[in-house]
């Protein structure tokens, strides 16, 4: 299978098996565009020259390449990663927010204790198998309302597996940032993510303070210490609906204000969610994507997370397959210890997985999640970006769609469209043909 398109008038074919990123010209493009490669009828004389090209691409095993058997038993692959939802409340109320203010739709807002912490991490020392690098995301609500159960993690975890190498990961909304967290932040911390969705009045229309206010005020100057004084990894990651289908001018404004490492996800709401994405708005979205590109083939300052994509090193076909691993070698764990899929599937009791007290697991509804990647739903199967994606958001689906076999389409579409943005811009940077 090849994709091929054209983007800033540059011409572009992926090889869908291999991952074989060829530039081409006019002629080439039309050949593949047009079908004439295996029918080659009425050809200019551009076109029968650029076809022999092609040819011997495929000869080479860089175009229409066959697909690579594999046979991984997904389900027994060992736990790497675990996100950690330490508080299940939180000091904004954000209006699209899947967890429900922080609670996850419960109505009790809980802490997570630093024995179910410790308990969390046996749990993952004892179905790590032999990997040495491990994850832990700190993760809510709003993970700084329970700072000492994130220090007391950090600790124990490296003093029960000195042998491991822990990354640690927390997701903030900013508001509890002193500089005392942002010292501890900096010095434990692998990644911080700091949630900021964009230009103030985008921000503070869904981004909201308890009781009431928008939060830009508060936390943009907290956000520029952090990253003023950090070393590590950072994102500043925001969200867009309805409301800002103009996303592009908050990127740009994230830019501007010197954040340099920058996330902004669709929304993913269930219909009829007056800020809920429709596919009618897929070619404005589009749009914004190209814009975005546009501008950082121009300006290089700044990365955006979803133009993120490795085309030497890229990882083997049974990873590709499966995308992020929830349910599978990742899981979520509450604050009273329950472990889920992901953290997006907490509060459905039905996805509920076993518990860091007990030890317990629920095998089934693993090899559920092992099931459902690219291979396993129907819509991927003949899809050109599976291998770049895995087959999707299996939680992002069941919002959606109901079922977690179901491609959101919506979100199909502008995964695409990110991609070729994406692969555009690697073109640019390494001169492939």
Avoid at 155 to 160: E, I, L, N, Q
Avoid at 287 to 301: F, I, P, W
Avoid at 338 to 362: A, I, N, T, W
């Amino acid at each position: 299978m090849v994709h091929s398109y054209a983007l800033f008038g540059r011409y572009i074919a992926i090889d869908v098996h291999s991952g074989a990123v060829h530039e081409l010209d006019r002629a080439a493009f039309d050949v593949l565009q047009k079908g004439l490669l295996f029918e080659p009828l009425n050809l200019t004389p551009e076109q029968a020259e650029a076809r022999e090209e092609l040819l011997a691409l495929k000869e080479d095993g860089l175009l229409f390449t066959e697909p690579e058997a594999v046979t991984v038993n997904y389900a027994d692959l060992p736990l790497k990663a675990l996100c950690l939802h330490v508080s299940h409340d939180c000091n904004l109320r954000c209006a699209y927010c899947f967890a429900k203010t922080g609670d996850f739709g419960t109505g009790r807002r809980l802490t997570m204790p630093p024995e179910v912490a410790e308990r969390a991490i046996d749990y993952l020392l004892a179905r790590c198998g032999g990997r040495r690098n491990l994850e832990i995301d700190f993760f809510g609500g709003e993970p700084l309302m329970a700072l000492d159960t994130v220090k007391h993690t950090v600790t124990y975890a490296r003093r029960a597996a000195p042998d491991k190498n822990f990354r640690f990961t927390l997701t903030t909304n900013g508001v509890l940032l002193d500089d005392g967290v942002t010292e501890y932040l900096n010095r434990e911390m692998s990644n911080v993510v700091l949630s900021l969705d964009g230009r103030r009045q985008v921000n503070d229309a869904a981004r909201r303070l308890v009781p009431d206010g928008g939060s830009y005020d508060e936390i943009l100057p907290k956000y520029r210490h952090v990253i003023a004084t950090r070393t590590g990894d950072y994102y500043v990651r925001g969200t867009y609906t309805k409301r800002n289908t103009d996303f592009a001018e908050d990127i740009a404004h994230l830019a501007s204000l010197g954040f340099r490492n920058i996330s902004l996800e669709p929304a993913v709401l269930p219909p009829g969610h007056p800020l809920a994405l429709t596919e009618e708005d897929v070619p404005a979205l589009c749009r914004q994507y190209e814009l975005l590109c546009e501008r950082m083939a121009e300006d290089g300052s700044f990365a955006f997370f979803h133009f993120n994509v490795d085309l030497a090193q890229g990882p083997c076909v049974y990873k590709r397959l499966r995308g992020c691993g929830a349910g599978v070698e990742y899981a979520a764990v509450t604050p009273e210890g329950d472990v889920y899929p992901c953290h997006q599937f907490v509060g459905r009791e039905e996805y509920r997985m076993g518990s860091v007290l007990d030890g317990s697991f629920d095998k089934d509804i693993s090899s559920w999640f092992s099931d459902i990647g690219a291979e396993g739903r129907e819509d991927c199967r003949t899809c050109w970006a599976r291998f770049y994606c895995g087959g999707g958001c299996a939680a992002s689906n069941l919002t959606v769609n109901g079922d977690i076999a179901l491609c959101d389409r919506l979100g199909c579409a502008l995964e695409k469209k990110r991609l070729e943005c994406a692969i555009y811009l690697k073109t640019l940077k390494s001169g492939i043909y």
